[in-house]
């Protein structure tokens, strides 16, 4: 059973105790088949609008891939670059409001990191 699968049923566990729905299932499209391997030698720096690198598309893939609503989606659709574009900063935010416990302000910066590391995100540097 997928890790998806398990957090669906629970999600449906947790709304039939409460009566009420409380949570939206989880919906993961993948966007490639090919796994998103851990990227070396990437500097460790904030990230914003405007900035470019490979860091910036490492974070890009990321966020396609954790699918966290439509803007990853759009985002995914407008393809990876070198380039913090709007799409990135939007569906950074996208992301940030999904975990909860991060301010949604479109920056990746230590505290967002931090959340990724600790919740064992793959594919971003360290």
């Known amino acids: ?23 939206q299932p989880v919906v993961f499209v993948p966007t490639t088949s090919a796994p998103i391997t851990p990227t070396a030698n990437l500097p460790i ?24 609503g439509p803007a990853a989606q759009v985002l995914s659709a407008s393809g990876v670059s070198e ?25 990746f910066g230590p505290v967002t990191r931090a959340q990724m590391k600790g919740a064992g995100v793959v594919g971003v540097w360290w």
């Open 1 to 23: 059973m997928s890790l998806y699968t398990q957090l669906n049923t629970l999600i449906a566990q947790l709304n039939t105790l409460a009566g009420r729905q409380v949570m």
């Open 45 to 68: 720096r904030d990230l914003v609008l405007g900035m470019s690198g490979p860091d910036v598309m490492a974070l890009q893939r990321l966020l396609i891939v954790a699918q966290k």
């Open 83 to 107: 380039i913090f574009t709007q799409e990135t900063h939007n569906a950074l935010v996208e992301y940030q409001r999904a975990v909860r416990t991060l301010l949604p302000q479109g920056v």
